[in-house]
Protein backbone atom coordinates (compact mmCIF):
# COMPACT_ATOMS: atom_id res chain seq x y z
CA UNK A 1 0.00 0.00 0.00
CA UNK A 2 1.17 3.87 -0.66
CA UNK A 3 1.95 5.18 2.36
CA UNK A 4 2.54 8.75 0.88
CA UNK A 5 0.32 11.60 2.43
CA UNK A 6 -2.52 12.49 1.13
CA UNK A 7 -2.47 16.25 -0.03
CA UNK A 8 -5.58 17.79 -1.03
CA UNK A 9 -5.92 21.85 -2.10
CA UNK A 10 -9.64 22.95 -1.57
CA UNK A 11 -10.31 26.04 -3.59
CA UNK A 12 -14.28 25.20 -4.19
CA UNK A 13 -16.86 25.86 -1.07
CA UNK A 14 -19.77 24.47 -2.75
CA UNK A 15 -21.25 21.41 -0.36
CA UNK A 16 -21.03 18.58 -2.61
CA UNK A 17 -17.05 18.96 -3.18
CA UNK A 18 -16.49 19.44 0.27
CA UNK A 19 -18.01 16.42 1.01
CA UNK A 20 -16.17 14.72 -1.42
CA UNK A 21 -12.79 15.83 -0.20
CA UNK A 22 -14.49 15.17 3.63
CA UNK A 23 -15.55 11.33 1.96
CA UNK A 24 -11.64 10.98 0.70
CA UNK A 25 -10.03 12.30 3.89
CA UNK A 26 -11.94 9.70 5.88
CA UNK A 27 -11.05 7.30 3.81
CA UNK A 28 -7.38 7.93 3.80
CA UNK A 29 -7.19 8.26 7.55
CA UNK A 30 -9.12 5.01 8.00
CA UNK A 31 -6.08 3.53 6.13
CA UNK A 32 -3.70 4.88 8.19
CA UNK A 33 -2.40 7.36 5.45
CA UNK A 34 -1.83 11.14 6.93
CA UNK A 35 -3.53 13.54 5.06
CA UNK A 36 -2.13 17.27 4.67
CA UNK A 37 -5.58 19.99 3.89
CA UNK A 38 -4.87 23.40 2.39
CA UNK A 39 -7.76 25.91 3.00
CA UNK A 40 -7.86 28.54 -0.29
CA UNK A 41 -10.59 30.67 -1.11
CA UNK A 42 -14.87 29.62 -1.35
CA UNK A 43 -13.36 26.35 0.39
CA UNK A 44 -11.80 28.57 3.61
CA UNK A 45 -15.00 31.00 3.55
CA UNK A 46 -16.83 27.74 3.87
CA UNK A 47 -14.89 27.11 6.70
CA UNK A 48 -15.57 29.98 8.92
CA UNK A 49 -17.56 29.52 12.02
CA UNK A 50 -20.59 31.64 12.07
CA UNK A 51 -21.02 29.45 7.91
CA UNK A 52 -19.86 26.21 8.45
CA UNK A 53 -23.02 24.71 7.95
CA UNK A 54 -24.81 27.28 5.78
CA UNK A 55 -26.07 26.21 2.73
CA UNK A 56 -22.81 26.35 0.26
CA UNK A 57 -25.12 24.57 -2.74
CA UNK A 58 -23.86 22.63 -5.11
CA UNK A 59 -20.89 22.83 -8.27
CA UNK A 60 -22.69 24.53 -11.13
CA UNK A 61 -22.09 21.69 -13.74
CA UNK A 62 -24.31 19.58 -11.26
CA UNK A 63 -27.08 21.41 -12.79
CA UNK A 64 -30.71 21.42 -11.03
CA UNK A 65 -31.10 17.30 -11.02
CA UNK A 66 -27.70 17.04 -9.71
CA UNK A 67 -28.91 19.49 -6.90
CA UNK A 68 -31.99 17.68 -6.43
CA UNK A 69 -29.81 14.43 -6.34
CA UNK A 70 -27.36 15.91 -3.90
CA UNK A 71 -30.15 17.15 -2.05
CA UNK A 72 -32.21 13.76 -1.45
CA UNK A 73 -28.92 11.52 -0.63
CA UNK A 74 -28.79 13.44 2.41
CA UNK A 75 -25.60 11.69 4.85
CA UNK A 76 -23.38 14.20 6.97
CA UNK A 77 -22.58 17.31 6.78
CA UNK A 78 -19.13 17.40 4.91
CA UNK A 79 -17.87 19.27 7.99
CA UNK A 80 -18.98 16.10 10.44
CA UNK A 81 -16.97 13.47 8.17
CA UNK A 82 -14.17 15.83 8.25
CA UNK A 83 -14.57 15.79 12.30
CA UNK A 84 -14.72 11.82 12.28
CA UNK A 85 -11.91 11.65 10.20
CA UNK A 86 -9.47 13.89 12.81
CA UNK A 87 -10.57 11.22 15.45
CA UNK A 88 -9.49 8.15 13.54
CA UNK A 89 -5.88 9.07 11.89
CA UNK A 90 -3.69 12.46 11.22
CA UNK A 91 -5.47 14.56 9.53
CA UNK A 92 -4.26 18.28 9.32
CA UNK A 93 -6.39 21.36 8.06
CA UNK A 94 -4.47 24.34 7.21
CA UNK A 95 -5.80 28.01 6.37
CA UNK A 96 -3.63 29.76 3.20
CA UNK A 97 -2.55 32.62 4.74
CA UNK A 98 -3.04 34.56 1.49
CA UNK A 99 -6.39 34.03 1.39
CA UNK A 100 -6.87 34.38 4.95
CA UNK A 101 -5.21 38.41 4.32
CA UNK A 102 -7.62 38.50 1.57
CA UNK A 103 -10.82 37.60 3.52
CA UNK A 104 -8.96 39.89 6.58
CA UNK A 105 -9.91 36.85 8.80
CA UNK A 106 -8.09 35.32 11.86
CA UNK A 107 -7.60 31.46 12.92
CA UNK A 108 -10.82 31.97 15.40
CA UNK A 109 -12.90 33.67 12.88
CA UNK A 110 -12.54 29.64 11.89
CA UNK A 111 -14.56 26.21 12.68
CA UNK A 112 -11.85 24.82 15.27
CA UNK A 113 -11.77 22.10 12.79
CA UNK A 114 -8.90 24.62 10.96
CA UNK A 115 -5.50 23.39 12.93
CA UNK A 116 -3.74 26.46 11.85
CA UNK A 117 -2.75 29.26 9.31
CA UNK A 118 0.06 28.62 7.01
CA UNK A 119 1.70 29.94 3.71
CA UNK A 120 1.82 27.74 0.51
CA UNK A 121 5.94 26.82 0.85
CA UNK A 122 4.64 25.28 4.72
CA UNK A 123 2.13 23.49 2.49
CA UNK A 124 4.46 22.27 0.31
CA UNK A 125 7.21 21.37 3.27
CA UNK A 126 4.61 18.36 3.95
CA UNK A 127 3.63 17.44 0.21
CA UNK A 128 5.66 13.88 -0.12
CA UNK A 129 3.41 12.79 -3.34
CA UNK A 130 0.87 13.78 -6.04
CA UNK A 131 -1.62 17.19 -4.76
CA UNK A 132 -5.25 16.44 -5.79
CA UNK A 133 -7.02 19.67 -6.29
CA UNK A 134 -10.50 20.03 -5.38
Not at 36 to 60: C, E, M, S, T
Not at 106 to 125: C, I, T
Request: hydrophobic fraction near 45%.
Amino acid sequence: MDESTLSLVLFSGTDDRLNAAAVLTAGAAAMGRKVNIFLQYWALDAFRADRVLKDHGVAPEAGPEGAEAYERHGGQHWSEIFRQAKEIGEVGIHACSLSMEMFGLKVEDLDPLVDDQEGVASFFMDVDGPVTFI
